[in-house]
């Protein structure tokens, strides 16, 4: 890492100089709508933005919506400078969707104040709304069967083949593309391919919404698209962090959620919870800062090795305690201070209704309600015969989430949906 650098570039027909060069890490973010969502439309924007400055070791490329039926070497930026931007009030768009992404943003300055800013830190965005994951497929990933060598989750999705509809002329990019017009691989050529000969610290990726019909075949897409892009970067062992969906009314999210978690079958991946951030009736929810702070905690993990907790409380046994018609589930070692529950965001009832069911014996998922001593949550048990799993936060908008909180930075993390089986 260093700053205050020059490079002279000479060459026959004259010379170039850069000033100010900065060697650090550079990030790379991607995805749909809500890795696009900006700080201009963010819940904390006018503070990030007045303290925007405190950040000078902070770069920003922000790459222009395209698609191209080819793999394509180049792309513009969103910006007027066409290059990277420093992390000052100028540099922040002032509409919503613009630039730069505020999940993006917010990762990239947890993990700059961490470091003391002695690490310099470039942020490349590389995002477009409303679009699926197959776009930003290559036909590799498309035809991996595979699943990036992890293998399927539940049903498997077959006869899935590439299916190349392009519009225009072939090799040619189309700049401000529109949404109906985005197909498969064409986002991978455009929005991509260009950054190939980068050398990327990390990965991040916020989408699946587009893909919640067909969470089957996403969490065999997912994880495929993960393993392409990492061999097309020459990056085998780059990390790689998504987000969990946020909480919405539409319950396919509860299994796109799920498909999204096997992509952590793939080895130096993270995933940050956004259930408990989210808005019922808004898929882009506003409270970026937070999703970013738990972003950073999976990267200074993975990334840099640094002994924090990313993943929040986990179940460690579940015991039925049939006399007194209550299973107790131990949070173990994980939930070294206490649990809490508390309401998510924008809910009004809060914790009334519990986020943990069981499954009875006539294979009905019923709520049971719970409370917590110390690192231990006890449900009361609904019906009178032994239950046969308890899962946690499996609807689309849980009312109430449990936290760990652990003390340090990892305080105040969300456990992550989960099934936990009793035979």
Known sequence: AGIGHSILLEDCEGQVSLENVLFGDVLFCSGQSNMEFSIHQDHDREQTIAESTKYPHLRMFSAVRTSADEPQFDIAARTKQQAWVRSEPQSFGDKDFTFPSALCYYNARQLYSFFDGKLPIG????????????????????????CGGIGQLGEPATGYQAR????????????????????????????????LPMRFAAIYWYQGEANALHAPE????????????????????????????????????????????????????????????????????????????????????????EKVDSFGPRPATAELNQGAHELE???????????RASGSRGCNTCCDESPFEVLTSSEAWVRAPFHINGSKVALALPVADRPKAVRYASEAFPQCTLYGDLGGLASGLPALPFVHPLE
């Open 123 to 146: 942020i490349v965005g590389s995002y477009f709304g409303g679009t699926r994951i197959e776009s930003w497929s290559s036909s590799d990933a498309l035809n991996d069967q595979t």
């Open 164 to 195: 190349r509809s392009y519009m225009g002329t072939a090799g040619h990019a189309h700049s401000a593309a529109r949404l109906g017009e985005v197909r498969n691989e064409t986002l991978y050529n455009a929005m991509f391919s260009p950054f």
């Open 218 to 305: 996403y969490a065999c897409r997912f994880p495929a698209m993960i393993a392409d892009w990492r061999r097309k970067l020459e990056l085998p062992d780059v990390p790689f962090f998504f987000t969990l969906l946020a909480g919405y009314w539409d319950a396919h999210f509860v299994s796109t959620r799920a498909a999204q978690m096997h992509a952590l079958g793939l080895p130096r991946t993270g995933v940050a919870s956004a259930i408990d951030l989210g808005d019922k009736r808004n898929i882009h929810p506003r409270f970026k800062k937070e999703l970013g702070r738990r972003m950073s905690l999976a990267t200074l993990q993975v990334l840099y090795g």
């Open 329 to 339: 589930i131990d949070f173990g070692p994980h939930s070294l201070v206490f649990l």
